[in-house]
């Protein structure tokens, strides 16, 4: 895919927003200074993620006095993943940062993760969370549980503890948009890459403000899109459970057999009703999860974008470059 950066931008920062106009003031406020303080070009791509609240607004009024934001109004509500998609399809710099707009991770590690990278020579730099006591009892639970099973099933490459606060060299951010996938799910498919990569400690600070936009739905849909995108192996379990069930019948077909011979048949509506609803449940089970493939192979067939783009900032009249690096998404 075509897209060299415009000469001049040496960083991006996408920013994904969903209904976040308490947390704005205090981004700003602390994003910039580091921004302007490293010295070199950047952008700050803002995605608003179909906000209902008065980001979109405050949005707008912040790039009256910061000519480096740029603001991407997505239609509806797409996704966190769908959202960073479409700030990394936009964004032009030769590094491309992503970072949550709620001030959990320090922006101040953003110069820190580019001179790492620079230093280095490589193309992605994690920024890998040291400490989570910040977040609640059950957030760190279920992150240690979803960090196990991913790291099982998509392999060790995936570091522990690593969300999206990320840099990423413009080669690999070129390798992530020719990928065909639909549901992406970035912590895995920049590991899955295998570009050489580093990483950044932090300690993951409190949302300074509003919600967490991550309902328990939309973590579990999450870690299913990160389950089926990565292994077939949940598959492989309805012919386990198959393989467990047969031999439990041969065992209770050897029992009931005997029984008949010697005249001691039970009445057995217990041992019956008890066999149904285990067979029907293993059966449901193995169709729910043949239906999570089916589902992926639907909407990879239907080919639709992930994103519908209702307004780019970068388009305005009399702003240059209307700036499209082209791929897909709107
Ligand atoms: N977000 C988004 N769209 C969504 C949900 C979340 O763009 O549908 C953004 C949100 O505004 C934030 C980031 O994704 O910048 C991470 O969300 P959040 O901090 O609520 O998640 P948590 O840290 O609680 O897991
Ligand atoms: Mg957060």
């Known amino acids: 895919m075509s897209s060299a950066p415009p000469a001049g931008v040496t960083l991006s920062v996408v920013v994904p927003m969903y209904n976040e106009q308490d947390a704005l003031p205090a981004l700003v406020e602390r994003l910039r200074p580091v921004l302007d303080g490293i010295g070199v070009s950047y952008e700050v791509v803002a995605v608003d993620d179909g906000s209902a609240d008065k980001t979109a607004v405050l949005l707008q009024d912040v790039r009256a006095g910061w000519p480096e934001l740029r603001v991407v109004r997505l239609r509806r509500n797409c996704g966190h993943q769908a959202a960073l998609t479409a700030g990394l399809h936009r964004a032009v710099g030769a590094y491309v940062a992503s970072i949550d707009a709620d001030l959990q991770d320090p922006p101040e590690k953003i110069p820190e993760m580019l001179e790492l990278a620079r230093a280095r020579e490589l193309d992605v730099v994690y920024g890998v969370r040291d400490d ?5 009892n059950f957030k760190r639970r279920t992150a240690g549980a979803y960090y196990w099973l991913v790291r099982r099933l998509a392999g060790k490459q995936v570091p522990a503890q690593a969300g999206d606060f990320r840099l990423l060299s413009r080669e690999a951010v070129e390798a992530l948009k020719s990928l065909p996938d639909q549901q992406q799910v970035y912590r895995l498919l920049v590991p899955w890459l ?11 600070d409190e949302r300074v403000a509003g919600e967490t936009k991550y309902p328990v739905t939309k973590m579990v849909r999450l870690a299913v899109d990160s389950v089926t995108g990565f292994s077939a192996a949940p598959l492989r379990i309805a012919t386990w459970l198959g393989v467990v069930s047969f031999f439990t019948c041969l065992g209770l077909l050897v029992f009931s057999l005997t029984a008949y011979a010697s005249g001691h048949t039970v009445p057995g509506w217990t041992s019956l009703f008890v066999g149904i609803l285990f067979i029907g449940g293993v059966q449901l089970i193995c169709v729910g999860l043949l239906g999570e493939y089916i589902g992926r192979i639907y909407t990879a067939v239907q080919r639709r974008p992930t994103y519908f783009v209702a307004h780019d900032s970068a388009r305005d009249p009399g702003r240059e470059p209307a700036w499209e690096p082209g791929g897909g998404g709107a």
């Open 132 to 136: 989570r006591s910040t977040d609640s």
């Open 194 to 204: 295998g570009f050489p990569s580093g990483e950044v400690r932090y300690q993951r």
